[in-house]
């Protein structure tokens, strides 16, 4: 049985990629946030960018090494921050799925972005909720977290198409 | 691939994203605090038989200083003459949700109105 591990241009292109997703994701949790909950979510560029040139696999392999990786490198693995990041990575990616494999629905970049952005909000509150702060005030910061989730995904959606729009 | 940044799909997407806000707010902001169903008149102590809200009507309660005037009119309920001096119960005006509290301490009449979900857990003065 051989047992070296050979790492394929895949591996490489995955590394690459959650290794861009990472540095957005660090370097976006240096900026200040108006609101807990509300960040710009830069690294879905890299997320939706994947999706579109390479498919729903690899897309999802960056995705959760980006979550993983970069919670290492913040401090916060297995904290409450873990479990939103974590929880709302997983949604994006079950949306995303759906929207990518059902034929005819005919997506792009914005599509897409907007989706996993408003798909990853409504996870991490749904978690946050059942699981940290089970009371009803939270749920008047539901529409506010919204209106930003679907702000950020048509930004990020758009940056996307812009670039995909180069390497075309 | 079209000139255009999003495609047909992208712009329905996005006009169906946008129309949810409005709905999200109105479901999550407008219902907070049901009205309320019932008013809880407390007495010196004692708990009179709880008063619906539905049934207009005007009610004397003899309180330790003399009687308080208190209207219930349009699903809410009201000081409208106590004998205390500061008539801090007739100017909080009207109440209607369920959890508000309204008092005239001299007078030790207490009213709390109840409902299916209260908007308040407590009050503090």
């Known amino acids: ?168 | 691939m079209t000139s255009s940044l999003l495609t047909r799909s992208d712009w329905l997407l996005l006009i169906a994203s946008v129309a949810l806000l409005p709905w999200l707010y109105g479901s999550f902001w407008g219902s907070t605090g049901g009205m309320g169903e019932e008013v809880h008149i407390m007495v010196d102590g004692r708990e009179l038989p709880p008063i619906s809200l539905s049934k207009d009507q005007t009610l004397t309660i003899q309180g330790s200083i003399g009687p308080s005037v208190l209207e219930v009119a349009n699903h809410g309920i009201r000081f409208i003459s106590s004998p205390c001096q500061g008539k801090q119960c007739i100017h909080s005006g009207w109440h209607t949700h369920a959890g508000e509290f309204a008092a005239c301490l001299p007078n030790r009449v207490a009213l709390l109105i109840t409902g299916r979900e209260s908007r308040y857990d407590t009050f503090n003065y």
Not at chain 1, 10 to 27: F, K, N, P, S, V
Not at chain 1, 47 to 63: D, Q
Not at chain 1, 70 to 85: E, H, N, R, Y
Not at chain 1, 108 to 130: D, I, K, N, P, R
Request: charged share 5%.
């Open chain 1, 1 to 168: 049985m051989d047992k070296t591990l050979v790492a394929t241009v895949e591996d490489h292109r995955i590394a690459l990629l959650a290794a861009l997703a990472i540095t957005i994701h660090i370097a976006e949790s240096a900026l200040p946030t108006p609101l807990p909950g509300i960040k710009p979510g830069l690294a879905n560029i890299i997320t939706i960018a994947t999706l579109c040139l390479y498919g729903l696999r690899t897309a999802a392999w960056v995705l959760m090494l980006r979550v993983l990786a970069g919670s290492l490198l913040l401090g916060t693995f297995l904290s409450p921050t873990f479990a939103l990041s974590f929880s709302g990575a997983v949604a994006a990616l079950l949306v995303l799925s759906v929207a990518r494999l059902t034929p005819g629905l005919g997506f792009g970049a914005v599509g897409y972005s907007l989706l996993a952005a408003m798909a990853h909000m409504a996870g991490q509150f749904t978690v946050a909720y059942w699981l940290f702060i089970p009371h009803p005030a939270l749920l008047q910061l539901f529409p506010v977290l919204m209106t930003a989730a679907v702000l950020f995904g048509l930004v990020s959606g758009i940056i996307v198409a812009t670039m995909l729009k180069h390497f075309r």
